[in-house]
């Protein structure tokens, strides 16, 4: 959609709402510094501690980061939230479990650990493609043209309809994912001791993130998804196959949630038909936070949520002597939601798209 | 159209081995003869001939031809299923993949002939949906309500065995159902006739009336009276059971309400919404409970005052900080506040004061009048004041000034704030009202369960009360009413759906965007704006709103 809004000027004069938001932000701050002072000052944590929180943090921050880059690839070229995104995570990670069960039965899995976690990889890329495409042909592209909260709403339908069929199909409790004998224990990395499965969480979606980025910037059907993300009819008039396009977008989205529902599967050792959700909003609060439409911004934004999400709990809230800090993890992390949609909607990398839109 | 079996086939592949089928088959449409799995499985064909000859082109014969392929193609996938399903164990994967459910898809057969059976009664069904695609409207309908009618009654032996348990009524029950079973295939066909006969004389039947000069007016207070007397009677008909269902419509009639303030008028999409329920719901609960965690031991009918204002005064605030925020960033800003309020009621950060997962106990029932509102039947016809009470306020919301801003929001904030529409106080308004309108569902539900926590709280309710509204219609109060009455309802009094109530709820969202926007009972100017591209001109989208507002 081509709107051209004008920058309405800022009314002067200090109304109530400006007041009220100031006196939210000055809130947060004033509950975050007490906190972390509070926390330095009771020195509760080691510096491991500290540190293994922020391991932890990056290897989460991996994850959400390559699921923001469906939700952040798909808001550049058709500039609406994929809602059922965190389904198309779980559907990959959840199929996969069947093939991982009987590879760990046989023993396969521990002969050829680097080959089975590949398989794996790979099995849940392709379902999560494909019910990614699926969700794509029946509940937006009939819906392209329509008022912008339709498809939003088909997308609540569609991530509802994927998460009871699963539940439908594979019944409604955890199914415990197979463990790999080599990523047990630690590694010494220079002399600080990191959990093995975090190490490869890390150094996989690295891996990743990069060859993904090598693609939408150096190939030429990477310089057509930038095109079409551009302007989209433009890019049909240069020749550029835009319902195509938009397919492979959301396939890549797909394939790149499929591969982080393996990993998440690796550090968490379950699936569930509902293990989607949280992780889907919090990807998105990382394509939010990169500022959404921009790539790299989705992996900064993943790992800063990651890390403070996982060191937030102990750094703001211990000191402030509140009961049980590890249960609040999430309100930190939809606070961090709120308030980036509220004050910087933009976010950290400062996209244009969305400075428009907000 | 050569993909339409296909695709069909893929969702008897997909209804089968999600246990729909299985579930469907415990009930009989016609007892000893037909299941309500049956049903299903032979619609879906039958939908598949019919798509497969609409999407074909050309003469009647290619038509019927395409039909019948259609058909065969999904009989096809169906035999293959039934037939893979005895060969490999495919219960290891899908949990329903049971013995009964490949003995009904194999209809006792042995696997070539069941293939065989399978493809040629889909061949056949194929050619009774494609002949349905064809044969004119008015030979169809009738059909189809017949149809209709007769499995419902299947579907809803146990409500109508609620209302024939009087004695006096003891001859039709015996008549309709078989003893401690289903329906009787006399009864079931009489039904089918009636109701087919009653579509078949409908146009024939409004002609006459009009003729008569029962006008219009006459025959909307009519039904208004009708309405009103079922609603009075229907608990004291079908007891404390339809009593609780009906409460529970209630509720999320009142959510609805609100809900619709926001989305359906204001166009403020608010995925957060649970967040107020709960609000009205501890309010009344920390008021009134003369357990540990109550901080007052008011009555029920004072703390409700103050639980709408709270609820209202909670919408106000966290409106305020998404005010700049638009379309789905809204949503997810919501969502965001929703599930926040949520974690921080479960914490144990706040259980001294809410309780944390163990909720607020112990809050007793209203008494009016030295009478105590104990059982659903009670809470019921609570439930039906308070909804009418804000149904006439929504509607006078609606026809106001303020309603007015609302929908010019909805339309265009921009264009409505050039108009002069003060946009932080219009929408302050809606969050507010909603909010307020939600709370007073709250209250309501803590007392009727005398206890609430926040697992009552989910983002699903959310979501619920959101499908509900555009279901019955965004912006219209009836639709509302509808939409709260079929997904609500409804899956409570079919049991067997209880497991899949939400995959349906996810398929009906998706389906009623693509295939009626405008919900089940649109509001009027929704109506004309979803339909206003399809007619040619400019001036006949009015015409039809018209046409079609009667």
Redo the contacts between chains.
């Keep these: 959609m081509a709107t051209a809004?004008l920058q309405?000027p800022r009314a002067p004069r200090w109304?109530f709402?400006d007041a009220?938001?100031w006196a939210?932000r000055l809130v947060v701050v004033v509950v975050v510094a007490w906190g972390t002072v509070g926390t330095l000052r009771l020195g509760r944590y080691t510096g491991e501690q500290w540190l293994d929180f922020f391991v932890f943090g990056l290897a989460q921050g991996g994850i959400y980061a390559l699921i923001a880059l469906g939700y952040t690839m798909v808001y550049g070229i058709l500039r609406?939230?994929n809602f059922a995104h965190g389904e198309v995570f779980m559907s990959g990670a959840y199929t996969a479990y069947?093939v991982a069960a009987p590879l760990a039965t046989s023993g396969f899995l521990n002969r050829h650990p680097l080959l089975s976690l590949s398989l794996l990889v790979a099995v849940a890329a392709v379902v999560s493609l494909s019910v990614a495409v699926l969700v794509e042909r029946?509940?937006y592209r009939?819906?392209r043209r329509?008022p912008?909260?339709?498809?939003?709403?088909?997308a609540?339908?569609?991530?509802?309809?994927?998460?009871?069929?699963f539940?439908?199909?594979?019944?409604s409790g955890f199914k415990a994912y197979p463990e790999f004998e080599l990523f047990k224990g630690q590694w010494e990395v220079f002399g600080v001791g990191i959990l093995r499965t975090q190490a490869v969480v890390l150094a996989s979606a690295a891996v990743l993130m990069f060859a993904l980025y090598q693609f939408v910037m150096r190939t030429k059907v990477g310089k057509a998804m930038r095109a079409v993300s551009e302007d989209k009819d433009a890019a049909a008039l240069m020749g550029i196959d835009v319902d195509r396009i938009i397919v492979l977008t959301f396939a890549i989205g797909g394939a790149a949630a499929g591969a982080a529902g393996i990993l998440y599967a690796l550090v968490f050792k379950q699936v569930h038909f509902f293990m989607g959700?949280v992780p889907g909003?919090k990807a998105?609060t990382s394509a939010?936070l990169g500022g959404i439409g921009n790539i790299p911004g989705a992996m900064l934004g993943g790992l800063f949520l990651g890390v403070v999400e996982s060191v937030g709990p102990a750094l703001f809230l211990d000191g402030l002597g509140?009961?049980?800090?590890y249960?609040?993890k999430?309100?930190i992390a939809?606070?961090m939601?709120?308030m980036v949609?509220?004050f910087r909607?933009q976010g950290i990398l400062g996209e244009r798209l969305a400075a428009k839109?907000? | 159209m050569w993909r339409a079996g296909l695709v069909f086939g893929a969702l008897i592949w997909?209804v089968s081995?999600?246990?729909?089928v299985e579930a469907l088959h415990a009930r009989w449409v016609v007892d000893g003869v037909v299941s309500a799995g049956q049903v299903l499985l032979w619609g879906v064909v039958v939908a598949s001939g019919w798509v497969g000859a609409r999407r074909a082109p050309g003469a009647l014969v290619s038509r019927l031809g395409w039909g019948l392929f259609s058909g065969a193609t999904a009989g096809f996938c169906l035999g293959l299923l039934a037939w893979l399903g005895g060969q490999v164990d495919l219960r290891s994967?899908?949990?329903?993949a049971s013995p009964v459910l490949f003995q009904l898809l194999s209809a006792g057969l042995q696997p070539p002939q069941a293939w065989l059976a399978a493809v040629l009664a889909g061949s056949v069904l194929g050619l009774v949906g494609a002949a349905g695609a064809v044969a004119p409207k008015g030979l169809v309908r009738p059909l189809l309500a017949g149809l209709g009618a007769g499995v419902s009654l299947g579907m809803f032996q146990e409500l109508v065995l609620l209302v024939l348990q009087p004695e006096g009524l003891a001859a039709v029950r015996e008549w309709l159902f078989v003893a401690s079973g289903g329906p009787t295939a006399h009864g079931v066909g009489a039904v089918a006739l009636a109701s087919a006969a009653a579509a078949a004389l409908r146009p024939a039947l409004s002609a006459g009336g009009r003729t008569v000069g029962l006008s219009f007016r006459a025959g909307r207070v009519l039904w208004i009276v009708v309405g009103i007397a079922l609603l009075a009677l229907l608990p004291v008909a079908g007891g404390p059971f339809v009593a609780q269902v009906l409460v529970l419509v209630g509720l999320y009639t009142l959510m609805g309400l609100g809900l619709n303030l926001e989305?359906g008028l204001a166009?403020l999409?608010d995925?957060g919404f649970v967040a107020f329920f709960a609000i009205g719901a501890y309010t009344v609960g920390l008021l009134t409970s003369v357990g540990q965690h109550g901080i007052a031991h008011w009555s029920f009918w004072a703390a409700v005052p103050v639980a709408v204002l709270v609820s209202l005064v909670a919408g106000v605030i966290l409106g305020?900080?998404?005010?700049?925020?638009?379309?789905?960033?809204l949503?997810?800003?919501t969502?965001?506040?929703g599930?926040?309020v949520r974690?921080?009621v479960?914490?144990?950060?706040l259980?001294p004061w809410l309780g944390g997962s163990q909720g607020v106990l112990s809050i007793p029932k209203p008494v009016l009048g030295g009478w105590e509102l104990s059982g659903p039947q009670h809470l019921y016809y609570l439930t039906v004041v308070a909804s009418a009470v804000v149904a006439y306020v929504a509607w006078r919301l609606q026809e106001s000034r303020l309603g007015r801003a609302w929908m010019a929001i909805r339309e265009d904030e921009?264009v409505a704030e050039a108009l002069g529409i003060n946009l932080?106080s219009v929408k302050l308004l809606a969050y507010g009202l909603g909010a307020a309108f939600a709370g007073v569902g709250g209250a309501i539900f803590a007392v009727m369960v005398g206890s609430v926590f926040p697992h009552s709280f989910q983002?699903l309710i959310s979501?619920q009360v959101?499908?509900l509204i555009?279901v019955g219609g965004m912006g219209s109060i009836p639709g509302v009413v509808v939409g709260s009455a079929v997904l609500i309802g409804l899956p409570e009094l079919l049991r067997e759906f209880g497991?899949?109530r939400?995959?349906v709820?996810?398929?009906?969202?998706?389906a009623m965007?693509?295939l009626r926007?405008e919900g089940l009972l649109p509001a009027a100017a929704q109506r004309r704006e979803l339909h206003a591209e399809e007619s040619g001109s400019a001036l006949q989208p009015w015409a039809v709103g018209a046409g079609g507002g009667a």
Excluded: K, W
């Design positions: 809004t309405r109304s709402v009220f938001l939210f609406m939230i069947f029946v509940a009939p819906l329509a912008r909260l339709v498809p939003l709403i088909t609540i339908g569609a991530s509802f309809f994927l998460q009871y069929a539940r439908g199909l594979f019944g959700f909003i998105f939010v509140i009961v049980a800090p249960q609040l999430d309100v939809f606070t939601l709120v949609l509220i909607p839109r907000a | 997909f081995l999600a246990g729909l994967v899908f949990i329903n989305v166009g999409l995925l305020i900080p998404v005010l700049g925020i638009r379309g789905d960033y949503a997810i800003a969502l965001g506040f599930e926040i974690l921080l479960l914490s144990d950060a259980r921009d932080v983002l979501i959101l499908a555009i497991e899949f939400f995959l709820y996810g398929a009906a969202l998706v965007m693509l926007p």
